[in-house]
């Protein structure tokens, strides 16, 4: 199973973030995790399209945007213009959560949804087939730097029986908490692409540990 390490850019240092990016380009790390959050769907504000056109002219690899807005759909193409890669949306944000994967595909970007931590994965059950990505928090969005909820693992069994049941070609990605400690164990419940921001950016030399992480999750 091929497996993808997405260093999460919210704990690199801003003061620095060409030389951020480039140490990710040169890394193990197969994607830029982007998180973008509005202040209103998370108690936090983050950084917005100057940011991601920013870390775009830089970046070699695919950039993975986790937009934890309030009307996502508004801003598709400007994701698009910015050098989004995969668009990934919150379920609780999207009231016509199909008409905005159909949206977002049809810029040409991948189709991501997550789902908070309290949101069951039976409410995936109609658009699964439509998705690229599904991403389950492992944290309640917003920070950083938090401690990994142990119910995500229940819920990566019961996503990945839901994609295998409906034939569905989605990638599951987990966000939150992601350490050296946990990361093989999501592995074993079928997680393709990890989320890692304070365990990366907070150790004395990401980039090792970035290849740290691969190794743990490579056959
Ligand atoms: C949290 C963000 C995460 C965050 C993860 O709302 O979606 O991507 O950067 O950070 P760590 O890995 O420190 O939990
Ligand atoms: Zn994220």
Not at 16 to 42: C, P, R, T, Y
Not at 143 to 164: D, P, S
Request: charged letters at 25%.
């Amino acid at each position: 199973m091929k497996t993808y390490i997405a260093p999460s850019i919210l704990s690199a240092n801003f003061g620095n973030l060409q030389q951020e990016v480039e140490m990710i380009n040169k890394s193990d790390a197969d994607w830029f995790h982007v998180d973008v959050m509005d202040g209103v769907f998370v108690p936090n504000i983050s950084f917005g399209m100057p940011v991601i056109k920013a870390i775009k002219k830089h970046a070699e690899k695919t950039l993975d945007v986790h937009l934890m807005i309030v009307n996502p759909d508004k801003f598709i193409k400007d994701f698009k213009d910015a050098g989004a890669d995969i668009l990934t949306v919150h379920y609780e944000a999207c009231t016509h959560l199909h008409r905005t994967v159909q949206a977002i595909k049809a810029t040409g970007m991948k189709a991501g949804v997550s789902l908070n931590p309290h949101t069951p994965i039976a409410v995936l059950e109609d658009i699964i087939k439509d998705l690229d990505l599904v991403l389950i928090m492992s944290v309640n969005p917003g920070f950083g730097g938090q401690k990994f909820i142990e119910n995500t693992y229940k819920k990566i069994a019961q996503l990945k029986k839901l994609i295998e049941y409906s034939g569905s070609k989605a990638l599951i990605e987990v966000d939150g908490g992601v350490t050296d400690k946990n990361i093989q164990k999501l592995a074993s419940k079928g997680v393709n692409a990890f989320v890692a921001g304070s365990f990366v950016f907070k150790s004395k030399n990401p980039s090792e540990t970035i290849s740290t992480l691969k190794k743990l999750v490579s056959e």
